[in-house]
């Protein structure tokens, strides 16, 4: 016994001292009411100073694991050995998993998808790239907000939001051309916990949703995790296909739309504005309430500044908009906000509430002075002068290297490829995976298992030798595919 004890630098010598202890109490090497040794003694042991046994000790009679009797010593307290001696039994918590879960964990891409391996060319990832960050206004701006209310933004928060910075969003929306009045704004733990909130608050009324062909992942996944059947319309290069998505909603009813409008993921297309003033119209028409995913809405390249459709809406309330930073600043914040009806988003605060109490006051507080402090601008301007470098290389090199049939990106962090309809990236992602490059298939972005002739490039995270050198890879690939699909 205490042979196996390793003290290392990462920690305090007595918690680990404490931790150790605690570990033999917990598997029931020390029994119940057994006499522990001797401060001295157990110093002697474990090869530390007396005084670090003692403050472990201390710290264990502090939890309850340890008793002292005056004058004998320190034993172990009977609790934890009346634990330890409890009957065990094995419950088969497989049989006994919902739908949900399992719709959940069969979508799962992190457990599922394509993972990545040392030094491959990875196109898989369309988050921002780390090495842009702004750490050292990030680092202030943390301070500035501890030195005013640290002790508060600690504590609890409210459902609702950290007030600065739902105030901030307000006025940033309202920037956007978007009209306030009767709406309100929750803060939320990005996108992902807006949408599934919007969802478990709405009746289903016909458990269908109607979305762009392909769309989010994401979204497919939140949506069948509901028991929502999807209806997907095809794409045209500004955006939804119109007569398409009228004739859908014509010959049969929905609970919802699901539209993507600026940088729509996986396509990377920008809706029109007359495409945007039309929608608006055929769901007034039709009387379906849409959720507008604002995604990549900052990362504009060229061209002029779009309305978001909750703003095209006016002073309707029938546009639930779904915002977040997660893609342009720091996604590890989490934090994003779901803009709607005021009596609506009063439900989806209890609702919130119930499910995680609140965001984390600590983030939300962060990014508000971040923003307060005048970084994101700065930021937003370094950030999209990299991204359109590296999308016009990749632009370039697709076109120089890759035998595509179309490709469309406007802006954001990918670009989209579509191939002659026989092909098949899943089979041109095996090939290249051996030559060391992955991307993302489109398969997972269709809502009809289609879609295997195309793929999409994440390039934001990829160096430039490496986007070449990549991209060169995938066009060689893809042409000796061709070559065989003729012989």
Known sequence: MFTEFNLTDDRPAHIQVKEYMKRLMTIGVLQANQKLPSTRELSLLLNVSRNTVVSAYADLQDEGLVYVEKGKGSYVAQMLGEAVTAP????????NISDQAKIAEELDLIKHGIRSNKGEINFTSIAPDEKLFDLGNVKRAFLDRMSIEGEIILNYGYAQGYKPLMDYLLRYMENKGVNLEGKAILITNGFTEGLDIILSALIQKNGRVICENPTHHAAIKMFKMHGLEITGVEMEQDGINLMELERELSERPYDLAYLVPSYHNPTGIVMSPHKRTEVIKLLHKYQVPLIEDGFNEELRYSGSHVAPLVACNGIGNSVIYIGSFSKILF?????????????????????????????????????????????????????????????????????????????????????????????????????CRHKGVIFTPGTIFFTDNEGHHTMRLGFSRVADEDIVKGLQIIGDTAKQMMREARQ
């Open 88 to 95: 065990s039994w094995q419950f088969n918590w497989k049989q």
């Open 331 to 431: 996604p590890g914040l989490r934090v994003g906000w779901v803009l709607a009806d005021e009596e609506l988003i009063d439900y989806l605060e209890s609702v919130k509430r119930a499910r995680s109490i609140h965001t984390s006051t600590l983030d939300q507080s962060l990014l508000y002075q971040y923003l307060h402090n005048g970084n994101f601008e700065k930021y937003l301007k370094k950030a999209k002068s990299e991204y359109k470098r590296k999308c016009e290389l990749v632009i370039r090199c697709c076109k120089a290297f890759i035998p595509l049939k179309r490709l469309s990106g406007d802006g954001g962090l990918h670009v989209f490829i579509e191939f002659d309809h026989n092909f098949d990236t899943n089979d041109l992602l095996e090939r």
